[in-house]
């Protein structure tokens, strides 16, 4: 899917880096605080939890280091802190472009990316301003800040920045 902003409910986990190094003391199991301190959040700045939920490299890294590590009530309850910890920051792990924003990316020209490459869309300008466009056009209010954190977030996750472009 192109510009693939649907995240699996399981990329909840995602955001969990940021979580433990800030609430060492918040109940979050043990077995996962390892699998986090482990996992290469790369290009996301380690606190940057926008970036994190949305990562799917580094969420596979910890998703596959927790259900090695961690009891299944384990690992169900890091996902459930780490799901809180998304949606604070504006990025629902199951969707994290409001349903405002959706077509906007599905319907923007594909500009000769594979409906794949994240990397391509987000280095190409013209498609980011018409995915910008849309989001004013379409979305409102918490919804709107929402679409451009998710999408900001999306580019940061694949090495780009596009704050340069995103004018809002």
């Not at 459930?80 to 990025?91: H, L, R, S």
Request: aromatic share 8%; glycine share 4%.
């Amino acid at each position: 899917m192109r510009f693939s902003l649907i995240v699996l409910a399981a990329a909840t986990l995602a955001s969990a880096g940021s979580v433990f190094k800030r609430h060492n003391d918040f109940d979050v199991p043990w077995c996962a605080k390892d699998c986090v301190a482990n996992a290469d959040p790369s290009p996301c700045h380690p606190d940057d939890t926008a970036c994190l939920c949305v990562n799917t490299n580094y969420y596979t890294q910890v998703a596959t280091c927790v259900e090695k590590c961690c009891s299944p009530e384990d690992a169900k309850k890091t996902a459930e802190v780490a799901y809180k910890y998304c949606e604070a920051v504006g990025i629902d792990p199951e969707n994290p472009i409001p349903k405002c924003g959706v077509k906007c990316v599905e319907d923007a020209p594909n500009f000769n990316c594979d409906p794949t490459d994240n990397k391509c869309f987000c280095e190409n300008k013209d498609f980011i301003e018409q995915v910008q466009w849309c989001f004013k056009e379409k979305c409102q209010g918490e919804d709107l800040k929402n679409a451009v954190c998710a999408g900001e977030a999306v580019c940061r996750a694949v090495g780009v920045d596009i704050s340069p472009f995103v004018d809002y």
